[in-house]
Structure formats: structure tokens, C-alpha cells
């Protein structure tokens, strides 16, 4: 497993390994990796080659009231785990590397309609960070495929619109959600919850399901059932940042014509903010 560092140095190498035929998946990651990143990253070596996973805590993406130097950063163990699922090249530009000039006056790239809902909302700023630092890193590794969780589904909507508007030719993968066996979804953010938060976070989850049921049974009533949902998570000593029905195409809210759903909530719980999704596809001739 090779570790580069430099842009030019990645940029050569990527290039070398096409001309002599390989092809590239890569994986952007932000480091403090758990099985869901290492789903990512087995799912890239399944579409390609060569695999490059890049380690970049990207200062662009935090809002202004969070706490850029709390992120966890666990580089040695992350080596590890991607040395032994097999990834061939480790890319971990510095701060300089990505923002020359500082994080201010880069080019900023910004992807209108999907960047202020939602997560959005409570995190100014952030959408545009990662959109910027996506399509930089895609610049400088020039993969054919890059793999993204759907945990992100918002994030990973956004990554295949701004692909599509500015004619990258990269393939953008989205991979399932990884969950522990009580179905809350895998995240760096878990290690922050208590034991009892542990205990009540799959809740989040259960609410999501209780909620596809009710609408692939054929419930239309979204604002009534999202109000329920709330209700109950709120009981449970979650705070509800959002619970909302919106359609996948342009993360508008859903009506009852609307095919290709997506449930999404954020909530905190004690003092760790929890996100999770599902997709809901009602065209009849979709396996429910
Ligand atoms: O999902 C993440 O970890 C980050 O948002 C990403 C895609 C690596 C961009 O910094």
C-alpha cells in the first residue's frame, strides 16, 4: 500500500496506472474509519483496478460552531484497517495541499437546490465545503468510479448533481448503509453517546421503518405521519432537528404523485447529533 501525500506525485501515478490500462475507484474519506467506510472501500475494489482512499478532514465543511479540532483523527489505525482489506494507495494531502491560498479563497463550488435543506439548514456552509473538496480531490485523483455511503444520502444526491452539471466523467456509486445489529447506523458520532443513549439510539431507525410500513401500506397523510414520528422521538428524549418525507430527485417534499421517497431525520441525542435515511421506491412494479 502506497501513501502519497502530494498532489502532482497522486496525479502522476493515477495517470501512469491508466495508460497502462488499470482503472481507478476511489473512496473520500474523512478519516476515524469504522465498517461502514471499510464497506466503502470493499465495494470499490468489486468496480475497479486500483484502489485509492483519501484521509482528509476538510475544515471547509464545518459550520462555524463546530469544533473542527475535536474531529477524531486515528491515522495509524486507519492505515491498518485499509492495509489489510487490501486498498493500494493512501492519499492524505495536507491543509496546504487542498487550500493553497487558505480555506477562504479557494473556488468554491456549490450545488443550488440541494445545499440549504435539511442538513443544510442547520449546517451553513457545510454543503458547499464538501462539494468543493469533493470535486478538488476527483481533480487531482481522476478516478472512473468514487463510492459514497447512502448514510449520506443528501451528501451523496449532491455529489452525483454536481458530477452530472459539470460533466465529470466519474461514475457515482452509492453504497447501503452499514448497521449494527440493532439497526443503528454505524457512525464516528456513536462513540460520543452513553450507555443509555446506546441503548435508545436504534429508535431512530425503528421510527424510519414504522414510517416506510405505514406509506408502502399506502398512507398519504405525510405531514400527519411525520408529526407522529416526531411526537414519539421526542418522548424518548431525542430532539428532533427534522423528520421529513422528501423526493429523491430534488429533495423537494414529497407529494402523493411523487414515486422515489426518501424518509430523513436528524436528531440529537444527549449532545450527539444522529442522522439516518431510507429509501422508499412506490413504482408498482418495485419489489416492496
Ligand atoms: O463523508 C465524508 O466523510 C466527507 O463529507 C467527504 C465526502 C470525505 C468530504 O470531505
Not at 497502462?20 to 465495494?43: E, Q, S
Not at 435543506?117 to 476527483?138: E, I, M, N, Q
Not at 421503518?209 to 428524549?237: F, M, P, T, V
Not at 418525507?245 to 449532545?271: E, K, P, W, Y
Amino acid at each position: 500500500m502506497q501513501v502519497i501525500t502530494d498532489n502532482e506525485q497522486l496525479s502522476v501515478h493515477t495517470h501512469q496506472l491508466k495508460a497502462l490500462g488499470g482503472n481507478i475507484a476511489f473512496v473520500p474519506t474523512m478519516g476515524n474509519l469504522h465498517a461502514g467506510h471499510l464497506a466503502l472501500v470493499r465495494a470499490a475494489k468489486n468496480l475497479a483496478t486500483t484502489v485509492i482512499v483519501s484521509i482528509f478532514v476538510n475544515p471547509k465543511q464545518f459550520a462555524a460552531n463546530e469544533d473542527l479540532s475535536a474531529y477524531p483523527r486515528t491515522l495509524e489505525a486507519d492505515m491498518e484497517h485499509l492495509h489489510h482489506l487490501g486498498a493500494d494507495v493512501v492519499f492524505t494531502p495536507s491543509e496546504h495541499a487542498i487550500y493553497p491560498e487558505g480555506v477562504e479563497t479557494l473556488t468554491t463550488v456549490s450545488v443550488p437546490g440541494l445545499t440549504d435543506v435539511l442538513c443544510g439548514a442547520s449546517r451553513p456552509g457545510h454543503f458547499d465545503g464538501v462539494s468543493t473538496v469533493v470535486c478538488k480531490l476527483l481533480n487531482v485523483v481522476s478516478p472512473d468510479v468514487a463510492v459514497f455511503g447512502e448514510k449520506d444520502l443528501q451528501q451523496l444526491l449532491l455529489i452525483q448533481k454536481m458530477v452530472r452539471d459539470l460533466a465529470m466523467a466519474i461514475e457515482i456509486v452509492g453504497i447501503p448503509t452499514v448497521r449494527a445489529d440493532d439497526g443503528l447506523a454505524l457512525s464516528s458520532r456513536n462513540s460520543y453517546l452513553t450507555a443509555d443513549e446506546r441503548i435508545i439510539a436504534p429508535a431512530l431507525y425503528e421510527t424510519l421503518q414504522q414510517l416506510s410500513g405505514a406509506i408502502k401500506a399506502g398512507r398519504r397523510d405525510y405531514s400527519a405521519l411525520c408529526d407522529h414520528a416526531r411526537e414519539q422521538l421526542n418522548k424518548q428524549r431525542f430532539q428532533v432537528d427534522y423528520l421529513e418525507i422528501r423526493r429523491c430527485s430534488d429533495l423537494m417534499s414529497a407529494d402523493h404523485n411523487d414515486t422515489q421517497l426518501a424518509l430523513f431525520v436528524a436528531a440529537t441525542l444527549g449532545s450527539t447529533r444522529l442522522i439516518d435515511n431510507v429509501q422508499i421506491n412506490l413504482n408498482p412494479q418495485a419489489a416492496q
